[in-house]
């Protein structure tokens, strides 16, 4: 398998991480003031105490894991048999009080992003690009997808979970607005909640990261109940969303409840012209990692069923970090078609690849 | 059916609130300054913005749902052969950043509950009470629950889920080493999330009533979790808590995901002596208003089977609340004896009545 010429027809990962070598790599994209004030960034309260990253994923050289493509590609795109990687950097920019300095920290990962993982000038790259933006400042945010509309190879806008205010909240539309002009889906990533300045979606800080990190889901459930009660998909017909890292089995319950309430207090949001569930086929898709794995596999495919999975889940391995989904044993064995939609044909087609 | 005479065999319902006809009912158990200064309490900015008490459970003489004992006899607990309603006050002392106020009110609540529903002098009570607390002030709290101690007909300590730090978290622990000396399980119960001085469990604050209500179950998620992973359940091996209202859909894909990160990350507990979820059956119960109901009844009979329903899950209506579950209608038919463990035995055994 090779970046030139027609790529195979394989598995597509719909997460995967690729870092600097070094802070100077993003520094470089950086204009004073901020060049000289850019220190990298983290969650800070809710690191991993043990290693966020695999241990075996770091490159030959001693590199941070994901921080060099060649490396990526014998350890995960070749071992696998994967098609085409999207690739999510994980630049932090949503920690930062500032919005100039946010903006700014977004745009030179993408800046680094496109010069050192996606070449613009080979048709069928298997590295896939989401633009980073920095949500707390949505007009700012709009002007950076608008820059890199067109580019072959950016699929999506990114952000963080962390934030001030549930994503359906209409603050957030000059960014939805510029997604859905482009057909860029807006990707919805963990990694800042309850950290900068960013509200925790808890009763109070959780006190360990097996706690924060179990409980990340909360932020998912909320931005997408947002989502789906502000009419969001009504106002922004073409706008679509992925859910990556959230997790999957708490949608379900989470759709019975919801819809259940509309029946009572669907005059709270007249602009709803359905179920709010019945909004999902066509806005909203899952990645699957970490996929919530049972010891007993029937519950799983229950759960696959109920979330309509043939439809709405897309691969994602989440290399390199520590919860790495293997493509070959993170899931039981599936029917057939089921394995290709979820590891090729739904991403395929929600990418438009 | 009278209150008289060895209640006959029927549904054990594990939630139901009484409110008092008047706020002076409270008043009158409240010494100055609070008795002036008390004013009632509510959700306020996440009111129902349609109706929270079911308008036909109004009383005869128009008094609030839930506000007399023999119409509630009449229209809940006799049409559907109830044989013993567990009743919540709702306080709403978890509101007030005055621990003293808070203590006070909820002690007023449970004068006025044991006065009023609750007959010391009949064994055989239709009617079990909870035990109302301020846990923002958690030796005060335990002295409330030794209060109480030895009372007949108080089965439960209660709280609402609304809170400023995880339950998990040591300074609630006098409360918890009460709840154990004296065998009483803590209730949770929504109400006060995000309201009062307590943290909205969502990365800012809901727009919608029909969203704050549908995203409770985080805060329930983020208690329980708290509790699993700080050990609480090996810290007071006769410590039990119960989640009401809280939703159970949400369990076995949160306890799949925690048990995975244990996996990983167990270093940074080292208390657990199992995995996270193995701790659910000895401690944890679940109240099934409002039971989430898809429209494929296969699904929710999974769901029951994935959260050992026939162990952990205990009727409940949430009479005369706007999403009342009716126990004729709120479930798909069930296996006899599940039927008969969450209808009736559950609870039973759980408040060894």
């Known amino acids: 398998m090779t970046l030139s010429g027609k790529r195979q027809r394989g598995i597509i990962d719909c997460d995967v991480h690729p870092y600097p070598a070094h802070l100077d790599e993003i520094r470089h994209y950086l204009r004073e003031p901020w060049k000289s004030r850019y220190k990298g960034g983290g969650r800070g309260m809710y690191d991993n105490p043990v290693n966020n990253g695999r241990m075996d994923a770091r490159t030959p050289s001693g590199g941070p894991a994901g921080s060099d493509p ?8 070749d071992l696998y048999g994967i098609e085409r990687a999207i690739l999510l950097p994980r630049a932090f920019c949503n920690l930062y009080p500032d919005p100039d300095f946010a903006t700014a920290v977004a745009a030179a990962f ?4 496109a010069d050192n993982w996606l070449d613009r000038n080979n048709e069928d790259s298997l590295f896939k690009g989401s633009i980073t933006i920095a949500h ?26 962390g934030a001030r205010a549930p994503f359906g909240q209409r603050q957030y539309y000059p960014i939805y607005e510029a997604c859905a002009k482009h057909g860029f889906p807006l990707a919805i990533h963990p990694g800042t909640d309850g950290v900068g300045i960013n509200i925790q979606a808890t009763p109070g800080y959780p ?18 109940v947002s989502f789906l009660t502000e009419g969001v998909f009504e106002r922004f017909p073409e706008f679509r969303v992925v859910l990556v890292e ?6 379900p319950g989470l759709m019975w409840r919801l819809d259940q309430n509309y029946k009572a207090l669907r005059y ?10 019945a909004y999902l086929n066509d806005h909203v898709r899952f990645a699957s990692q970490p996929i919530e794995r049972p010891s007993n596999d029937q519950h799983l495919l229950q759960i696959m069923e109920m979330i309509d999975a043939k439809t709405i889940l897309m691969f994602a391995s989440d290399y390199p970090h520590f919860d790495f989904d293997s493509p070959k044993y993170a899931f039981p064995k599936l029917p057939e078609e089921l394995h290709q939609r979820i590891f090729n044909e739904n991403a395929r087609s929600f990418y438009n690849l």
Chains 1, 2 share one sequence.
């Open 207 to 224: 006190t360990h990261f097996i706690e924060w990190h179990t409980l990340l889901c909360t932020s998912f459930m909320s931005h997408l």
């Open 110 to 113: 993408n800046d680094w992003l």
């Open 136 to 161: 707390q400042d949505p007009a700012a945010a709009a002007k950076e997808i608008e820059r890199w509309a067109g580019h072959p190879h950016f699929v999506q806008v990114m952000t963080d979970s």
């Open 70 to 77: 060649a490396y990526l590609r014998e350890h995960h795109i």
């Open 246 to 251: 959230g997790g999957v089995s708490w949608l």
């Open 268 to 277: 709270e949001v007249p602009w709803l012209k359905k179920l709010p569930s």
